[in-house]
């Protein structure tokens, strides 16, 4: 965005002698833009080998499983892929997540995703992305089995 700001003096229609400075600003084509904001990605590494969603150290935001570890957050794209599942998991939630998206790729093991004790609510705003050769892929359920 440019915006600049103009200096200006005028001589006043009553008096004679010019006017202190005003101050104008100046917006020719202040154009303003949506951003559309979009999160990280999180793939789950099982790196505690605890599968609880909140346990920081099963995140990584490498899709090899390098990486900062890190809970996903509301806007983050989640992914459970070959490079982080090789059997079956079950992982408790343990909390209510809010994401962007859910995505299973490569999981031929399968994944099932559980309350942790308790129902929990998962919101999606993106929606849940199966791809070919994905495993099953089970939501639902208040225990770990």
């Known amino acids: 965005m440019y915006c ?3 200096e200006t003096s ?3 229609p009553i008096f004679d002698a ?3 400075p005003r101050h104008l600003l100046f917006l020719p084509l202040c154009l303003l833009s949506v951003i559309t904001a979009s999160g990280a990605g999180r793939y789950w590494d099982n790196s505690a080998a605890r599968s609880n969603w909140v346990t920081a150290a099963n995140w990584s935001a490498d899709a090899l499983g390098a990486g900062p570890d890190g ?3 509301a806007l983050d794209d989640v992914y459970f892929n070959v490079n982080s599942l090789t059997a079956a998991q079950t992982v408790s939630l343990n909390s209510a997540p809010s994401l962007n998206t ?3 790729t490569g999981t031929s093991g399968g994944v099932i995703l559980r309350g942790g004790g308790t129902n929990r609510i998962l919101t999606l705003a993106g929606g849940i992305n ?3 050769g994905a495993g099953a892929v089970t939501i639902g359920g208040s225990t770990n089995q």
């Open 130 to 132: 199966v791809a070919a």
């Open 10 to 12: 005028y001589a006043s």
């Open 18 to 20: 010019p006017m202190k």
């Open 71 to 73: 809970v996903p957050a």
């Open 102 to 104: 859910l995505n299973f």
């Open 4 to 6: 600049d700001v103009i």
